[in-house]
């Protein structure tokens, strides 16, 4: 079974600054790694996903950036926050394709003011 | 546009009553639908529905896709207070994608 390892659990930015959120896999080998975002009310948006090192796709336009520098370590990134990005974020990992078992990491929930 | 839609938004039910929540969806290249239940944090995985009319069980939790009429229900019996939760309908796709619908909030009372 995965763990997936996400922090800060929470974190309070003004807008403008910048974001780096961290994720790491533990129990498994080149994982499928997500981000996702969950803002109030509302359903899960994917983000990134990732399916090895280097390697990120986006989904949707928007000021934040993925990285994945290592197999088991995946970046949620920003240069300049904005009070849009608050919300619940969460990184996923999956072995193989994504319609397999999700692993979820506990979550960061970020406040831009 | 690949979308997913989850009803009722909310729910309110006593102890022992059996609920269905439903979720919709309208995706591209459908791969699987799968369920979550969220409760404080991060989801956890409940159910992943691939084929028709192959009903999935756990204890008191049941779900069942149609996918000709793109659909699936989550059946919880003799509900209890600690199913209290948000329950995620998900749809995987073939593009490497899970789109989520916007969840069901479940409240249990005793």
């Known amino acids: 079974s995965q763990t997936i390892h996400q922090w800060p659990a929470t974190l309070v930015q003004p807008v403008g600054s910048p974001l780096s959120l961290e994720c790491t896999v533990e129990g498994t080998s080149n994982p499928n790694l997500y981000w996702y975002r969950q803002a109030a009310g509302r359903g899960l948006q994917l983000l990134f996903y990732?399916?090895?090192?280097?390697?990120i796709s986006s989904e949707v336009p928007q000021n934040l950036s993925a990285s994945r520098p290592q197999d088991r370590q995946f970046i949620l990134s920003s240069k300049k926050l904005l009070l849009s990005d608050s919300g619940f974020y969460l990184c996923?990992?999956?072995?193989?394709?994504?319609?397999?078992?999700?692993?979820f990491g506990p979550g960061t929930r970020l406040t831009v003011l | 546009e690949d979308k997913v839609v989850q009803s009722p938004l909310s729910l309110v039910v006593h102890e022992g009553d059996t609920v269905t929540l439903n979720c919709s969806y309208e995706?591209?290249?459908?791969?699987?639908l799968l369920w979550y239940k969220q409760e404080k944090k991060a989801p956890t995985f409940l159910f992943m529905l691939t084929s028709s009319g192959i009903e999935k069980k756990s204890g008191r939790l049941s779900s069942i896709l149609d996918k000709k009429e793109l659909f699936s229900i989550l059946n919880i019996t003799a509900t209890q207070t600690g199913d209290s939760a948000v329950y995620l309908c998900?749809?995987?796709?073939?593009?490497?994608?899970?789109?989520f619908g916007t969840g069901t909030r479940l409240t249990v009372i005793p």
């Open positions: 995706v591209t290249n459908f791969r699987s």
């Open positions: 998900a749809v995987g796709t073939g593009a490497n994608n899970l789109f």
């Open positions: 990732s399916v090895g090192i280097g390697q």
């Open positions: 996923v990992s999956s072995r193989g394709l994504p319609y397999n078992e999700q692993f």
